[in-house]
């Protein structure tokens, strides 16, 4: 038999983490760099209002919306960290700010960028956030990166193909009556004798 | 089988950090162990690993269609009577599974024994499936390992199909991840999982298993309040079952994975069912009920909880006196037995095997090494090829 055992090919790119702190949350991606096969469509990375509305002459009302969305989910699904050491350790001096959500107040990149396709297509545009740093101890330095912490390349590079499966469907929301129904029997096995370790996990 | 001494690779820890592989050292002792490595033969790994791990697999879904439809057996599997419809509906459905880990005690020959199946919440996956596939492809690269040698390793490429199965299964294009807080190895394992589903095509979303809510519509939710419809769990369906949400986990639609169904896999009384259903079976262990210890004649015995952990709470017995105990948490639900066929030992270290499925597929295997005899949280993981 001259089969191999092994995965054939594992893609090295996509398993790094590129982050070197991890912030508390993260995101996710909503448009993706296309992977090789998938179809494709255009996606553009926009610094601001301006910049969209310049190459989009006549379209100052939805350069506008697609910003205020992407900064809304900036807001929602960026990185986030407890200190602004930390958060700027990853992207830069002064690049951080102050914010509080429902579920918290953290510090978080600004957000460098929106990336937009679709934008005149009867089906709605696709837009999302965009975040660079400018810290020479992150490997984000000066690229385009998702919520996700995703790498979408050289922050000069503002034209990109992206998997058409763009928009994906998205978990719906509803209030949550109550928390905290699971993990006790960790707790309670936890209290279990010094020697036991603490980081190890509850799998086997 | 043999175990050889290689050079570590001089950069292993940065390219770990790299990788986001955070749990290679754990409270100042080193887990991932790249000073040696073990290797086989393509025979070994086919005839003596692959095809039994295919055949127990089957086994045991063989006491899987059994136990579901005998409630005394449910009983003795101390799954919680609110469980038993639940499961068995998991059970007729056919809830589509991920993946498991038979542990094995193999020497190179004769038959490998099995010692038990995590079939719900196995670990030790993203050492397996990519960091050892790491270190081959780069051990190979330098001259070190031989250019023809391979590895009994398709874990990635399995979970990514099985993953987009899964999501397909189900006509979803996101599933949402969880493990408790507090612990790197887990969460690096589900982070794993979370990659693997990045490259079929699935978001993925991570919530943590204490921070998980219930919504008005009876629901769980994650902490943005978002609803959880697949839930991929990094956590126990014994410790879910007797939880405050357990009454919750049938109505709240949810799709599990693992499926309920596998509460009767990850159960070490499967091991005297399997004996009772296979006697004999050559993989496999004389196995016993507490209350049919009478039926053993072997002198030598392992005592083990039903419900246990990373080697806790095993002891070996020896005519009825207790030679060797590992400490834990657990034993409250009761205990089984099952002859006593020590690790083989290489060296100073006692070897165990992990064999991976995916689905019902053999997928690569695992090596630790432990000084004990009893395999626990501090035992090392060492790669392995073929050749």
Redesign the interface.
Same mark, same amino acid.
């Given at each position: 038999?001259t089969q191999?055992?092994?995965?054939?090919n594992?893609?090295?790119a996509?398993?790094?983490?590129g982050f070197s702190v991890k912030p508390l +949350?993260?995101g996710?991606a909503a448009v993706m760099l296309s992977r090789c096969g998938e179809e494709t469509e255009k996606a553009t990375v926009y610094t601001s209002v301006d910049d969209c509305t310049n190459q989009n002459p006549g379209q100052e009302e939805l350069c506008k919306t697609a910003y205020q969305d992407a900064l809304d989910e900036a807001q929602?699904t960026g990185p986030k960290y407890a200190s602004r050491q930390i958060c700027e350790e990853e992207f830069g001096a002064n690049q951080c700010n102050y914010t509080r959500t429902e579920?918290g107040s953290f510090f978080m990149p600004f957000m460098a960028g929106y990336m937009l396709s679709n934008l005149l297509s009867p089906r709605g545009y696709n837009t999302q956030p965009m975040f660079t740093s400018y810290s020479p101890y992150s490997?984000y330095r000066h690229r385009w990166m998702g919520a996700d912490g995703s790498d979408y390349g050289d922050y000069r590079r503002r034209n990109m193909n992206v998997?058409k499966?763009a928009f994906?469907?998205?978990?719906?929301?509803?209030?949550?009556?109550?928390?905290?129904?699971?993990?006790?029997?960790?707790r +309670?096995?936890s209290s279990?004798?010094s020697?036991?370790?603490?980081?190890?996990?509850?799998?086997? | 089988m043999f175990r050889i001494p290689i050079q570590q690779r001089p950069n292993w820890q940065r390219k770990a950090a790299?990788?986001?592989f955070k749990?290679h050292t754990?409270?100042g002792e080193p887990y991932w162990d790249e000073t040696a490595y073990y290797q086989f033969t393509?025979n070994q790994?086919?005839n003596d690993i692959e095809q039994p791990t295919a055949d127990i697999h089957q086994m045991c879904l063989a006491v899987v269609e059994r136990v579901v439809h005998d409630e005394a057996l449910l009983a003795r599997f101390q799954i919680p009577e609110t469980f038993w419809l639940p499961i068995a509906d998991s059970w007729k459905s056919r809830d589509p599974s991920l993946y498991s880990r038979l542990d094995f005690s193999y020497d190179g020959s004769g038959p490998a024994k099995l010692y038990e199946n $995590?079939a719900d919440?196995?670990?030790s996956l993203y050492e397996s499936?990519?960091w050892q596939?790491?270190w081959?492809e780069e051990q190979v690269n330098k001259g070190l390992v031989h250019k023809k040698a #391979?590895?009994? $390793? =398709?874990?990635?490429?399995k979970l990514v199909i099985r993953l987009g199965e899964i999501a397909h299964h189900y006509q979803l294009?996101?599933m949402?991840f969880a493990?408790?807080?507090?612990?790197?190895?887990?969460r690096g394992?589900v982070?794993y999982l979370q #990659?693997c589903a990045?490259?079929a095509?699935i978001?993925? *979303?991570?919530v *943590?298993?204490?921070?998980?809510?219930? =919504?008005?519509?009876a629901?769980f939710?994650?902490?943005?309040?978002?609803?959880?419809?697949t839930l991929f769990k990094? *956590?126990?369906w014994e410790?879910?079952q007797?939880?405050?949400?357990a009454q919750?986990i049938q109505s709240s639609g949810t799709h599990w994975v693992e499926p309920l169904w596998k509460s009767v896999l990850s159960n070490k009384a499967l091991m005297p069912m399997l004996w009772k259903m296979f006697p004999g079976h050559p993989n496999l262990l004389a196995s016993y009920f507490e209350d049919e210890l009478h039926l053993a004649n072997e002198t030598q015995l392992v005592k083990k909880p039903i419900f246990s952990?990373?080697g806790a709470n095993i002891s070996i017995i020896e005519n009825g006196k207790t030679v060797l105990e590992a400490?834990?948490? *657990?034993g409250e639900e009761g205990f089984i037995y099952q002859a006593y066929s020590p690790l083989p030992k290489f060296g100073d270290n006692h070897t165990l095997i992990g064999s991976w499925l995916v689905d019902d597929q053999p997928a690569?295997i695992s090596v630790r090494e432990d000084t004990s005899l009893i395999t626990q #949280?501090?035992s090392r993981y060492l790669p392995h090829i073929?050749l």
């Open positions: 038999m191999r055992k092994r995965s054939s594992i893609n090295l996509s398993m790094r983490k +949350a993260l996710i929602r579920s490997s998997s499966k994906k469907s998205k978990p719906s929301v509803s209030k949550t009556m109550s928390r905290g129904g699971f993990g006790s029997s960790v +309670a096995k279990w004798g020697s036991s370790r603490k980081s190890s996990g509850w799998g086997g | 790299d990788f986001g749990f754990m409270h393509l790994i086919e $995590n919440t196995p670990t499936g990519f596939w790491l081959l #391979d590895q009994f $390793n =398709s874990l990635q490429e294009d996101f949402h493990c408790c807080k507090d612990t790197d190895e887990d394992t982070q #990659d990045r490259e095509g978001a993925d *979303y991570f *943590y298993m204490e921070d998980i809510g219930l =919504s008005e519509s629901a939710t994650d902490h943005d309040d978002q609803i959880i419809e990094l *956590y126990p410790f879910m007797r939880e405050d949400f919750h952990r990373e400490q834990g948490p *657990y690569g #949280d501090m073929i």
